[in-house]
């Protein structure tokens, strides 16, 4: 709950946590309109009001970690979806894949029962899974190559009438530090550049040369920029790539010590870099924990446009501008 004191008490529903297992949050600005219509510790359901767009369901989905309880997450999916009125989309952890190319072991394969009781509930419900770009898979354990597993346990699925309402949404897998599950980034297609939709059936080994092609293009972009530009953001973003391309190769003792440096790097780096922004502001009111470097970046721009003399004024009155 410490992102929550640093976030300036935004508008949120906390569902605790039972000691390290669970735990939901919901959060959402001031130009949102959230009203949350039931919660537990597997779910939090509200409807979105936003500006320009069609109210919408949002559930906020945590399946059951423990296999044999899994059919309470697909009996509490049915009924969800049986009492919603609105377009809607699930999005969350359902802890389970529906085919073994969202899992990724050299131990074992996924039992097909399990994949095909989730798979069922998500036909009985009449979802559709909205695809994503980003790396194929959102959670891994972290143990050493061969014991290291990856999976797709995250995911969006939506109704059809929503689909319909967001043609050109998009979720991302975004890149992660420290958490074994990566962040997911919905993107409504509201005027954002839009990525790839990539479907949910996938052929690994196709998607993954793809994928280390492009970050291999991406770094050497960043390696040229840092190289002529020398900024810190810069900087960042390379120890992140070299980061991403760490957590998806394997996993060995190597490897996992050179993550946490990279990780440790990154937190000090963008600590260094939000810092500068505050000094440079000089921003009083400034919440201690405020991470929003772009605020710091907007606040001097502003400042600089304020400073600069646009006309004067004589002795007698008249004004003179520079054209």
Known sequence: MSLLLKMNKPNALIVESDG?????????????????????????????????LPPWGLIGFYGHHEVHNRKFSWNLMRFLNNTSQLPTLFIGDFNEVTCNNEHNSHMRSRPTWQMDNFIQSIQDCNLADIGFSGFPFTWCNNFISPFSTRARLDRGLASRDWTSCFRD???????????????????????????????????????????????????????????VLGDVQVRIDNKQVELDMLNQGTITDQSKRKTIGLAKDIDRSREANDTYWRQRSRVEWQVKGDMNTSFFHDISAQRGKANLITALQKEDGEWVRDH
């Open 20 to 52: 390290r297992k669970g735990g939901l949050v919901l959060m959402w600005g001031r130009d949102v309109e959230v009203e949350v219509l039931s919660f537990s510790t597997h779910h939090i359901e509200a409807i979105i009001v936003e500006a320009e």
């Open 169 to 227: 949404a998009e979720l991302v897998h975004l890149s992660s530090n420290r958490l074994n599950h990566l962040p997911l980034l919905l993107n409504l297609g509201k005027g954002q550049i839009r990525l790839t939709k990539t479907k949910p059936r996938f052929c690994f080994e196709e998607r993954q040369q793809v994928f280390s092609a492009i970050q291999n293009c991406r770094l050497g972009f960043l390696n040229w920029k840092r190289n």
